[in-house]
């Protein structure tokens, strides 16, 4: 008769394995801010959360965010010529919570969506926003990286506490600086 045994894991799967878990616990305990990222595209108005938007350059002026995939929101923001990324502030919750998940009200009446000269759609009470335009993509892992110039800074629509994501959660910065 033979005893079943279980098959000895492959060590370089468990390294692996405990790189990505220590990776995501080190990147879940580290505050990001928050940003809206929308676009107009010919099958309409898109737009989603991001916690990854970094400035890149300063001349000429470029930023970067990542997507996961490049299908829905993710693939009109990739198929769109340019995009507005807006910095968010507290206020925000609601909206950066409806951009988060899919399926929610987007572009409501209610959360005081404006159109630019240019087509994109605009929340004018954005702590900033960055006009851009997307001049590449470039694959990373199971995400898409994205950089982008900035063609135009819109003056603050308020001066309100940042938006920030930790830990799975939405809070806000204090204006309380330690030095």
């Known amino acids: 008769m033979t005893i079943p045994t279980t098959p000895s894991a492959d060590p370089d799967a468990l390294a692996r394995a405990a790189t990505v878990d220590g990776f995501k616990t080190a990147f879940r305990d580290h505050p990001a801010g928050v940003a809206l990222i ?12 991001a916690s990854s938007v970094a400035s ?17 929101s993710a693939g009109g ?8 990324v807006h910095l968010l502030a507290d206020h925000h919750l609601e909206v ?18 404006e159109r630019l000269a240019t ?4 929340l ?21 990286l994205v950089i982008a110039e900035v063609l135009e800074v819109i003056p603050p629509g308020t001066d309100a506490p940042a ?13 309380d600086p330690l030095g």
């Not at 470039?138 to 995400?143: F, K, L, Q, R, Y």
């Open 38 to 49: 929308s676009a107009s595209t010919d099958r309409g108005d898109v737009g989603l959360t």
């Open 56 to 72: 890149v350059a300063v001349d000429p002026p470029m930023l970067s965010f990542s997507v996961t995939r490049a299908t829905g």
């Open 77 to 84: 923001l990739l198929s769109a010529g340019t995009v507005v």
């Open 96 to 113: 950066a919570k409806a951009f988060a998940k899919t399926g929610e009200p987007r572009f409501t009446p209610e959360q005081h969506w």
């Open 119 to 122: 087509g994109e759609p605009y």
């Open 124 to 144: 004018p009470s954005a702590r900033a926003a960055l006009r851009c335009r997307i001049v590449q993509t470039v694959p990373a892992g199971s995400s898409m």
């Open 163 to 175: 938006l920030v994501y930790q830990n799975r959660n939405f809070h806000r910065v204090e204006s």
